[in-house]
């Protein structure tokens, strides 16, 4: 085994972290709520009358928009996204009528499913004539992938193969279907998806026809000549229509090693991303990884809000222009922000680095999270970081793709905490929890985790082994975690000797009950964008830990642009917002600008005044009584 492979870390399966605290909370909200809404919506709309054999089509409910089709393609990833939420709901809360209706759509699809293995209930019921004549635009693939992801979910949280061996029948349907043999079709998906859900299959079945597949689709998207274009032809269709005029939009413009710049619609190009990152660490694909790392560069350094939203526009819900990042009109879709979890966590395969687990913990606190009530019970779409107070959480879209995106990262947070390799465990993120994990080396370990974080930085570790065992535990210490401090059985141990990519590497033999203390300073720092976001002059941005503050209408109703940010920060002090879950408040002094004419322009020059505001954390807002919302302040120099 080469050096490469020892450093092989994968995380662990949802059921080996128990979560309580921060996330603990959250994953109540979908356990009690979220969960069933998932399915609740998904029958209202008439996902299951699609689904069901025994009762008449409902033919087309959502009305097609010309080439560009129609929500109801996808319905299917909706029902296999809701079943995965589900099943991670189980393993936290058993609930029997919840597995009982996810069990009957279950039967549902098993009666739908064709006898070579093809499933997908819009070409089965709806448009039979239109399957496989269009994989740019018609997310047969796509669908395919998420529920293939929802049938490992379940099988692991149930034990129940039923939903695995029906996916397993269309993965082998796929197989067969797609390659580069006489007969086969040398395609690939126009939404990405269905490549980092054959290696969760791969992983879960031992099946390595799965995992080649995955390889497969990587490898020839973007080959010359582009098979988009030549599909089109064959169909007798426009070659550039329903993809914005150009093959970036689904990045298949260029063979993915060498694409250097992150171009399209956002939640595709996470999650082609993010299944190069699986085939990476598979295969030991360095080639995969350089091409990655100058696409992690170019979102993180040019294209990112500081809220880990990305894609600022809603024309191609997607990528612009370098620094090109509107506050009030961020499109910045939660499943874009979902993903980009998704991509870093998987960059964490090939070894602990912070520059992957500080973005990922930054899109997860601010960007993602963002999109759930704290109930629960609503979603947001679009996540602006400024809102004159019109932007509200919905119930519904007909295009509901990030309530179930979002519910299913939040009941699997636990998968994204840990790494592991033969003889390490990486903590990525830290929260109050139980991890019981193995080894590649075979030896049993248990990690608990005794912290508030994410409101105080002090963690405590606790180590569970059968008996004294030789391994390293790396702790990340964020970049921003300025005087941090680490002790392993009360002796402090020098973090700049043993820190390595932002990862404290701590090999000794652990004994029964070691404890580990790591304590990160939770200081508020402002933050300032690059001089070339024309919308961020002269603001900043206030974050704490991973969270970034905003301020709200209904803790300050003066106009949230008449408040300067002065040197306030060092005296700001912390509070306790009863009614948003004991999360913590910024109260600062800040400078207030008066002007007392109410003409539309005017030459008085503005009284400068000294007040107080509060600030709070960004993905709690519109939690409370509606009003306006502004993470940017102006700052004045001083
Ligand atoms: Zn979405």
Redesign the pocket.
Known sequence: MSAAQDRQFRPLPVPSVDVSGFWGDWQDAVCDHTAATLLDRCVEARMLEQIDIGVPSPGVVIPFIGWLGSAQMFWDSDLGKSIETIAYSLYRKPNPELEARADAIIDLYEKLQEPDGYLNSFFQRIKPEWKWTNLRDFHELYCAGHMIEGAVAYYQATGKRKFLDIMCRMADHLVARFGKGPGQVPGYCGHEEIELALVRLARVTGEQKYMDLAKFFIDERGQKPNFFIEEAIREGRNTKSAQHDTLGYNQSHLPVREQKKVVGHA?RAMYLYSGMADIATEYNDDSLTDALEILWDDLTGKQMYVTGGIGPAASNEGFTDYYDLPNDTAYA????S?GLVFWANRMLGRGPDRRYADIMEQALYNGAIAGLSRDGKTFF?ENPLESTGKHHRWTWHT????PP?IARLVASIGSYMYGVAKDEVAVHLYGESTARLELGNGAKVTLSQQTQYPWDGAIGLTLGVDQPTQFALSLRIPAWAKGATLAVNGQSIDLGAITEKGYARVERLWSPGDVVALDLPLVPRALRANGKVRQDAGRVAVMRGPLVYCLEGTDNPVGLNSILLSDGLGRSETAVIADLNRAIAIDLPVLREVIASDELYTEQTPDIVADTARLVPYHLWDNRAPGDMLVWLRAQRG
Do not use: H, R
């Open positions: 939640v879709e939660t499943c874009a979902v779409y295009c509901p793709c990030c995106n």
